[in-house]
């Protein structure tokens, strides 16, 4: 355990592994987890849990509850030790204890964000499946990039910046983190956050097989009757094809293809933060989507 007089080690991350929910209405949610192209794997009383085509046991739990709300994302980490490290040391952290309903089991630890107090998980032991083709202001925002650049093997591969007329040299508002996985390549980012007066999760993504599959999963999204959020079109910071969709609980979720994979050679990039600087090509940002 980690003392007054020494700094807390990192906690090393291998990949995102899957993120929580929980939705009022379950029917209407399961109805668009299924078209969005998520396969159900299990149930267990409240819990549904779905797969994409990856090896993950599974990627998207679904809660059935009272509320609307996001649960949290788990990472898997590198070693027992670091799951064993993170219980020890992280703010509010649980005793590591085993995932005997989840599909793939494995351990976990969950913490509490010391910044919003939001749910995190970390997640070792799971058993892989085969992959399958089946069909804040600016103090909250400094707390938080510091607390999770140190204490984990986040890097940033984009930061954008806002100039003020006192402060030619910017403040950092948003950025873009991918895990530093050394040599080895990995997605320009898998977690972002952005500077704002409260907590909110704004999206989670899921990468298709090709940008094929993509568009033919936009129109079917669309002749389901769901609400496109933004899409299709290609981010500059990462540049995946993207395509964001509400689900019924007005939550956003991603389809993606085609991004940048980075490794511990990539320089974090830094640009001014602007509207236009969040697209190449496609429809213009929606109203709200930053908010």
Same mark, same amino acid.
């Given at each position: 355990?980690?003392?007054?007089?020494?700094?807390?080690?990192?906690?090393?991350?291998?990949?995102?592994?899957?993120?929580?929910?929980?939705?009022?209405?379950?029917?209407?949610?399961?109805?668009?987890?299924?078209?969005?192209?998520?396969?159900?794997?299990?149930?267990?009383?409240?819990?549904?849990?779905?797969?994409?085509?990856?090896?993950?046991?599974?990627?998207?739990?679904?809660?059935?509850?009272?509320?609307?709300?996001?649960?949290?994302?788990?990472?898997?980490?590198?070693?027992?030790?670091?799951?064993?490290?993170?219980?020890?040391?992280?703010?509010?952290?649980?005793?590591?204890?085993?995932?005997?309903?989840?599909?793939?089991?494995?351990?976990?630890?969950?913490?509490?964000?010391?910044?919003?107090?939001?749910?995190?998980?970390?997640?070792?032991?799971?058993?892989?499946?085969? %992959? @399958? +083709?089946?069909? /804040? =202001?600016?103090?909250?925002?400094?707390?938080?990039?510091?607390?999770? *650049? #140190?204490?984990?093997?986040?890097? %940033? @591969? +984009?930061?954008? /910046? =806002?100039?003020?007329?006192?402060?030619?040299?910017?403040?950092?508002? *948003? #950025?873009?983190?991918?895990?530093?996985?050394?040599?080895?390549?990995?997605?320009?980012?898998?977690?972002?956050?952005?500077?704002?007066?409260?907590?909110?999760?704004?999206?989670?993504?899921?990468?298709?097989?090709?940008?094929?599959?993509?568009?033919?999963?936009?129109?079917?999204?669309?002749?389901?009757?769901?609400?496109?959020?933004?899409?299709?079109?290609?981010?500059?910071?990462?540049?995946?094809?993207?395509?964001?969709?509400?689900?019924?609980?007005?939550?956003?979720?991603?389809?993606?293809?085609?991004?940048?994979?980075?490794?511990?050679?990539?320089?974090?990039?830094?640009?001014?933060?602007?509207?236009?600087?969040?697209?190449?090509?496609?429809?213009?940002?929606?109203?709200?989507?930053?908010?």
């Amino acid at each position: 355990m980690a003392t007054e007089t020494s700094a807390p080690r990192r906690i090393n991350l291998v990949r995102i592994a899957h993120v929580l929910y929980t939705h009022k209405n379950e029917a209407n949610a399961k109805a668009f987890l299924d078209d969005f192209g998520f396969q159900e794997v299990s149930r267990a009383g409240a819990n549904t849990y779905y797969r994409g085509t990856s090896g993950e046991p599974f990627v998207y739990r679904l809660t059935a509850g009272d509320e609307d709300f996001f649960g949290g994302a788990a990472f898997v980490v590198e070693s027992r030790e670091d799951l064993d490290y993170a219980a020890q040391t992280l703010p509010n952290a649980t005793a590591v204890h085993e995932m005997t309903e989840e599909p793939g089991g494995g351990f976990r630890v969950t913490f509490y964000d010391p910044v919003d107090g939001f749910p995190f998980h970390l997640v070792y032991g799971q058993a892989q499946v085969d %992959p @399958s +083709d089946a069909g /804040l =202001l600016q103090r909250r925002f400094n707390f938080a990039y510091d607390f999770y *650049t #140190t204490r984990f093997n986040f890097f %940033p @591969s +984009d930061i954008s /910046l =806002l100039k003020l007329i006192h402060d030619p040299t910017g403040r950092n508002i *948003t #950025t873009f983190l991918h895990l530093d996985r050394g040599e080895e390549l990995v997605d320009h980012h898998c977690f972002f956050f952005f500077e704002g007066p409260k907590y909110h999760v704004h999206h989670s993504s899921y990468e298709t097989y090709d940008f094929d599959t993509q568009l033919l999963g936009h129109d079917w999204l669309r002749s389901k009757g769901y609400e496109n959020c933004w899409g299709v079109g290609r981010h500059i910071m990462g540049s995946q094809i993207f395509d964001y969709w509400f689900d019924p609980s007005r939550f956003v979720l991603e389809h993606y293809v085609d991004g940048d994979l980075v490794n511990s050679s990539y320089a974090t990039n830094k640009s001014l933060a602007s509207p236009d600087s969040l697209h190449i090509w496609g429809p213009d940002v929606p109203a709200g989507f930053l908010e």
